[in-house]
């Protein structure tokens, strides 16, 4: 059967006039997001933590640099998954491009001890060490603080006490950010995710259960007409969430966003996904009560561990591990990559990895998606 | 030329065996009834037909085609109301003969097929507000967009109210006008009796009984009875002094008539009795009798309303 555009016109005519109709769906689609982006907005507008992860570059060779990281290294815990206060450093190789290793692993804070540190040090000449930060990071005002304190400390104990080693604070991508920039790509994923999740997983078991598929299957309408007429009808909510988040970013939280065309790729291949693994869901339980169960337990690990409204780098290594598997992470981080850092290496890796997975789930679910019984 | 062949057809669910070797035909033009309680085997067979499940033996070809493995091509040419027709919430019935044209490429004028069924009234009323009987007309309304020359209807009347059951059957009736087979399952007699050229009565997966209702009533009815108001002396009376069949519930003795002669001996015996009767009817066996006869007491409750 041939793959018709007039019938998935049709199909998404009537799945889109239900959507507008129903107040759910209208809901979920037009003022969910706005309530997201004003509740979080809020909520994150200030608060912090106090255990920091920090990336230590010593470009330096001296003894001063040593000494300068011990003093750090005093103030640190354990990097254990536990530990609650004081800066976990992770030293990085002087031969790396520091911003963009930062930027690789979504990190926010990180020192860079620079060349000639000690001999300037020692010859009282002034030198600083930069510290980089993320604005929107509830970590990076606890690690200025903690550096600005072994500076001072270090002047003091320096060889005649003068004040020559200071601080160069600069931000990860080099312009000024706030935490809503860095919520909103989490947010968007959240909305990529919740939306087509949800209503398919609901779909796919109710259609079967009051024989709607049954029906459909009696006329020349394909499952993969369906399917791909759900997809089109949640990039398009998709691509509304994100302007509407957007637009309220940038004119609630003066929010500061490069409108770069990475966005499209993960706009699409978001939903792409989310649509195919609610099918799937749907179709391999039993009943709706089931699969609203098998769709949750999919569905809320990855709405609140796949760095939605917390950095990933904040979170706990174990549960960090735990992210890495989950698809949102890569669609969110992609996100973040190409709308806050401009990176678009590991955007494009993140995108190329969502597409290889979002073909093998969408192939799964028409394979498992049935109209008719045997 | 039949539209509809069925032979030996087989269907097991594990251990239950839903339909257990069925045949039948149906001519082109004919309106064809499946008749039976619930669980009989009407709807795995209708399903089988239309394409919707695969047989486990037999043969069936609906105009000409395998439904299972032919279903696109016999969809175009086929309409479908299943058991407990349901739709999608939102659309309205002139939305949703809109969707279905589009479907089948269809050009249909949305308003004419509303008439078609009776349903102008309700032409903006959203699926989910719409009563039952509105619902199956629109379900009608969906099974003619792509004109077709077999139509099957899955229990399309079953918990409606006695009027929007009639404003069905008009449908209906208009349908066989127009020359199209239909083929209905239905566990009402009425609407069997009603609708159908020929009907079969299907019990435990099995075709007991098959022909015009005429047919079914004078080969499996027991003929003609007496009915008569009397109370339970008469029908002592009768059982003591002839050799008639009687029996008695309720205040009417009823006796079997074999032959004239069982008439004649009847009323006889009756006036002899010297017993207080009254309400004397003769009467033949109805599809009902027949039917409960066929299907035992289990289809009385659903078999009969």
């Not at chain 1, 963009?100 to 804070?109: E, H, M, V």
């Not at chain 1, 770069?260 to 799937?280: D, H, K, N, Y």
């Not at chain 2, 539209?3 to 339909?19: H, M, N, T």
């Amino acid at each position: 059967m041939a793959f018709s555009g007039r019938r998935m016109l049709a199909e998404l005519k009537v799945h889109a006039r239900g959507n507008i109709r129903s107040r759910e769906g209208f809901f979920f689609t037009l003022i969910f997001p706005i309530i997201l982006i004003l509740l979080f907005g809020a909520i994150f507008a200030g608060g912090g933590v106090s255990q920091a992860t920090v990336y230590v570059q010593n470009l330096d060779a001296g003894p001063a640099s040593v000494s300068f990281i011990q003093a750090l290294n005093a103030t640190s815990s354990d990097c254990s998954p536990s530990a609650t206060t004081g800066l976990c450093l992770r030293p990085v190789p002087a031969d790396q491009n520091f911003s963009q290793y930062l930027s690789s692993r979504s990190a926010a804070d990180g020192i860079i001890i620079p060349q000639g540190f000690s001999s300037a040090f020692q010859a009282d000449q002034k030198v600083n060490v930069t510290v980089f930060q993320n604005p929107s990071s509830t970590t990076s005002q606890v690690v200025y603080g903690i550096v600005s304190e072994v500076v001072n400390g270090f002047n003091q104990y320096g060889a005649t006490g003068v004040h020559s080693v200071g601080i160069e604070p600069r931000t990860v991508v080099g312009s000024e950010y706030k935490y809503i920039d860095f919520l909103i790509p989490g947010l968007v994923g959240f909305s990529a995710l919740t939306s087509p999740m949800f209503a398919l997983v609901n779909i796919s078991s109710t259609y079967r259960r009051d024989k709607v598929f049954k029906l459909l299957s009696l006329t020349p309408l394909t499952k993969t007409e369906w399917l791909v007429s759900k997809i089109i009808w949640y990039v398009g909510t998709t691509v509304l969430s994100f302007i509407l988040m957007t637009v309220v970013g940038i004119y609630v939280f003066g929010a500061h966003i490069a409108f770069t065309w990475g966005i499209g790729i993960f706009l699409v291949v978001g939903p792409f996904f989310f649509v195919s693994l609610g099918m799937l869901v749907g179709t391999v339980s039993n009943s709706p009560e089931s699969a609203a169960v098998v769709g949750n337990l999919v569905t809320f690990p990855m709405m609140f561990l796949s760095g939605t409204f917390f950095p990933v780098s904040s979170m706990p290594v174990y549960l960090q591990h735990i992210a890495h598997v989950l698809p949102l992470y890569y669609m969110i981080d992609g996100l973040n990559n190409v709308m806050i850092y401009e990176n678009y290496g590991p955007g494009l890796f993140d995108a190329g990895l969502l597409i290889v997975i979002s073909i093998v789930v969408f192939a799964l679910a028409v394979r498992f998606f049935r109209w008719r019984e045997d | 030329m039949s539209a509809i062949e069925v032979a030996g057809l087989e269907k097991s669910y594990g251990q239950l065996r839903a339909v257990g070797g069925v045949s039948f035909s149906v001519r082109k033009g004919e309106v064809f009834s499946l008749l039976g309680p619930n669980g009989a085997g009407k709807t795995t067979t209708i399903e089988i037909l239309e394409g919707l499940r695969r047989q486990d033996g037999g043969t069936a070809r609906v105009l000409g085609l395998d439904p299972w493995h032919k279903g696109y091509e016999l969809h175009e040419r086929i309409g479908v109301i299943p058991q407990g027709f349901k739709f999608l919430d939102y659309p309205t019935p002139r939305e949703a003969i809109a969707y279905y044209a589009a479907l089948f490429n269809r050009r249909v004028e949305p308003d004419e097929m509303l008439r078609r069924v009776i349903l102008e009234d309700a032409a903006n009323v959203w699926f989910q507000n719409l009563s039952g009987g509105q619902k199956q007309k629109l379900g009608m309304a969906l099974s003619l967009v792509n004109d077709p020359e077999v139509v099957f209807l899955d229990e399309p009347t079953t918990g409606l109210d006695p009027q929007a059951r009639r404003a069905v059957w008009e449908v209906i009736r208009k349908l066989k006008n127009e020359g199209r087979t239909v083929m209905l399952t239905t566990h009402y007699l009425e609407e069997a009796e009603e609708l159908a050229d020929r009907v079969a009565i299907m019990n435990h997966g099995k075709i007991v009984a098959m022909g015009t209702t005429g047919e079914i009533e004078s080969k499996f009815g027991s003929g003609q009875k007496m009915m008569v108001k009397a109370k339970d002396d008469l029908l002592t009376y009768l059982r003591e002094n002839t050799k008639l069949q009687v029996e008695g519930e309720a205040g009417t003795v009823t006796i079997r008539l074999r032959d004239k002669d069982d008439a004649l001996v009847a009323l006889g015996a009756i006036e002899e009795s010297g017993t207080d009767w009254g309400d004397l009817n003769v009467k033949r066996d109805s599809l009902e009798d027949v039917f409960l006869r066929l299907v035992g007491e289990e289809g009385r409750e659903e078999g009969t309303e």
